[in-house]
């Protein structure tokens, strides 16, 4: 990840721009949700805060995370068992390698110091022309001591997918963009 940093850096420099290492950000969504997640707790001395979806910490990342604070808006379809939404960890490989989501939200909630409760911004409805009644919630856990919020979009009835990738199939959310959504809420967040 670090490679990855000076590269871009290198990349920025060479377009005349410069990196702000206070807005630093990572976002992926499964197998790179779980990454997200990995480099969240591994490094947040760098991020200032990460976007995860369709997955939920790794129990290897959580054993032995060093304890940085990184914002979080995780986000995820109801009806998606790689997020463990049903209360059970997920399994790959017959073992249990990650958290549910609502584990891994009380571990950010936790590390970020947020509200014990949650408040909840306009629902987010979807009206894409396929009928697949898919919603998304946002819970939001705010005043961290840090300034570092934990969210959860929750999307209601939606399957294993970025919202708005699939506009044909029903239950792929289809009437917002997830990355309309993050980019804006990134902004929001910087390192002290």
């Known amino acids: 990840m670090d490679q990855v940093i000076q590269e871009m850096k290198g990349k920025l420099t060479a377009a005349g721009h410069k990196l702000d290492k206070k807005r630093v950000y990572a976002t992926g969504f499964s197998a ?5 997640y990995h480099v ?13 979806g369709g997955s939920a910490i790794p129990t290897s990342d959580v054993d032995d995370m060093p304890g940085g604070k990184v914002a979080l808006l995780a986000y995820g379809g109801d009806q998606d068992d790689s997020m463990g939404y049903n209360g059970v960890r997920p399994q790959y490989f017959g073992t249990d390698l990650t958290y549910t989501i609502q584990e891994t939200i009380q571990l950010f909630k936790g590390l970020n110091v947020t509200d014990v409760n949650f408040n909840f911004p306009p629902t987010i409805e979807d009206n894409d022309p396929v009928p697949d009644m898919c919603t998304a919630k946002r819970f939001v856990w705010d005043n961290a001591l840090n300034g570092r919020s934990v969210e959860l979009l929750r999307i209601y009835n939606g399957k294993h997918d970025v919202p708005n990738t699939d506009n044909t199939t029903p239950g792929h959310c289809n009437g917002f963009d997830m990355m309309d959504k993050a980019f804006p ?3 929001l967040h910087a390192k002290p």
Not at 32 to 36: L, V
Not at 40 to 52: K, L, N, Y
């Open 185 to 187: 809420w990134f902004l």
């Open 32 to 36: 790179g949700g779980a990454f997200t």
């Open 40 to 52: 969240a707790s591994r490094r947040a001395d760098v991020f200032a805060a990460v976007c995860a």
